[in-house]
Structures are given as structure tokens and as C-alpha cells.
């Protein structure tokens, strides 16, 4: 349904008839992590996640798994090579 309290005019899973169903019955404001992020939008009451309802629990264990602005790198680790057995393989 379309939001009617914080983001108005927005499609929101966690509207329905009676109004907010979400924790408290409203979403949270970003938090300054995700200052930079394409999902934060701003509305008429402030800066909000458009993913998700309440910014600063996607933040809690570490880095937000639906943040744009933060790149991952793996790194990969470099396996030992026996040098005996590399010469014996050519």
C-alpha cells in the first residue's frame, strides 16, 4: 500500500488499512552510515530508507547488506606452492 505517515506516497509493505504496522508505527531516520547510499531519500519529515524501515538495525552487526556506497573486496588468498612438486609438474 502507499504510505500515509513518514514517506507519503511511497509503496510500503508495512502499510494497511488501519495505518503503519511497522514497530512503533512509523520507519526511522537514516543514521550516518548511510549517508551517500541511493536507497536514502528525502522526504518532507527527513532522510529515510527506502529498503528498510529501521536503518540502524541493518548497521548493527557490521556494514548494511543493501548499502550502494560501500564496496566489498574479497580478498584472495595465495596458495604456497611446494617447489618440488611444481618442478616435477612441468
Known sequence: MICTT???????VFMAAKGCQYNGGECKPIVDNCNGCSRAAE?????????APDPALKWKNGNCNIATHIKIVSETKKQKINPIKASKRK
Request: charged letters at 40%; one cysteine or more; hydrophobic letters at 20%.
Open 6 to 12: 513518514i514517506r507519503k506516497g511511497d509503496e510500503c
Open 43 to 51: 522526504y518532507e519529515t527527513g532522510k529515510f530508507c527506502t529498503a
